[in-house]
Nanobody
Framework: QVRLIEFGGGSVQSGESLKLSCEAS????????MAWFRQAQGKEFEGVSM??????????????YYADSVKGRFTASLENAKNTMYLQMNSLKPEDTAMYYC??????????????????WGQGTQVTVSS
């Protein structure tokens, strides 16, 4: 049973920070691709960050891949001891307002967000940024 649950969303003003967490159970995150996606009201899903792992592969996970819209402001990381992925979000903008979802995949494209790659999803946590 693979389960993901997100925490840390909330309402902040432009320029402030939030840190999201994604707690996993039923698997070890170090063996999976882990990603954050988001969806604003009335808009399509978009990838936010992705930490690559190609399944049963010797490939070492490199630095996370980020959407251009968040590069330099957001930082994704893994804490293996707690089986948790984080997303530190700094310099938040109103356009970052969205429901943020944690996702996991046994394999993924390391440089392109493909929603279909990801088999397991959390319930989402809302981030609202006011101007």
């Amino acid at each position: 049973q693979v389960r993901l649950i997100e925490f840390g969303g909330g309402s902040v003003q432009s320029g402030e920070s939030l840190k999201l967490s994604c707690e996993a159970s039923g698997y070890t995150i170090s063996g999976y691709c882990m990603a954050w996606f988001r969806q604003a009201q009335g808009k399509e899903f978009e990838g936010v960050s992705m930490i690559y792992y190609g399944g049963d592969s010797p490939i070492y996970p490199t630095d996370p891949y980020y959407a251009d819209s968040v590069k330099g402001r957001f930082t994704a990381s893994l804490e293996n001891a707690k089986n948790t992925m984080y997303l530190q979000m700094n310099s938040l903008k109103p356009e970052d307002t969205a429901m943020y979802y944690c996702a996991a995949a046994r394999q993924c494209d390391p440089y392109t967000f493909h929603r279909s790659d990801f088999d397991y999803w959390g319930q989402g946590t809302q981030v609202t940024v006011s101007s």
